[in-house]
Every structure is written in structure tokens, then in C-alpha cells.
């Protein structure tokens, strides 16, 4: 790789040559920084969303429209399904 240079590198690595640079200079400022990670154990979720979601499966299983089950959501104090 040290004949490479950084838009060729950052290219092979699937990077934008920005990106790239940013990642050199970071590592150049901290070469003891942990830059892979492992992977965090366990499940990722939400049990606010998921709450949601359940709520709006079962809505939609008795085929109400998006609006209905928008209104319906407000009924029970839910403003929003986005985050």
C-alpha cells in the first residue's frame, strides 16, 4: 500500500478520498486509537419502537388505513412513530 496514493488507496478500500484523509490524520494525531472496534453483544433495540411497531402490526392486521391507525396512535398518547 505505501506505493499507492491516498485517492488510490482510499478507493480500493471502498473509502471517498475526504474520508480517507480524515481517517490518516486521526490515526497520525492518535496511533493508539482502537479504529476496530469489536462488534457490541447482544440485541439492539428499541423496546419504546418496538412497543410501537407491535401496536401498528396489530392495527394494520385489521386492515385500518394509515390514517386510521394514526389517529388511533393519538388516541393512546403516541405522538409519533418516527424517532
Keep these: 500500500m505505501d506505493n499507492l496514493s491516498s485517492d488510490e488507496a482510499a478507493r480500493k478500500f471502498g473509502y471517498t478520498p475526504g474520508s480517507f484523509r480524515v481517517l490518516c490524520h486521526q490515526f497520525r494525531n492518535n496511533p493508539d486509537r482502537q479504529f476496530f472496534c469489536p462488534p457490541k453483544k447482544g ?35 403516541v405522538a409519533s412513530i418516527h424517532p
Excluded: Q
Design 43 to 77: 440485541p439492539h433495540v428499541h423496546k419504546k419502537k418496538d412497543k410501537v411497531r407491535d401496536k401498528v402490526i396489530a392495527l394494520c392486521k385489521k386492515n385500518l388505513s394509515i390514517y386510521d391507525i394514526k389517529d388511533h396512535l393519538k388516541e393512546e398518547g
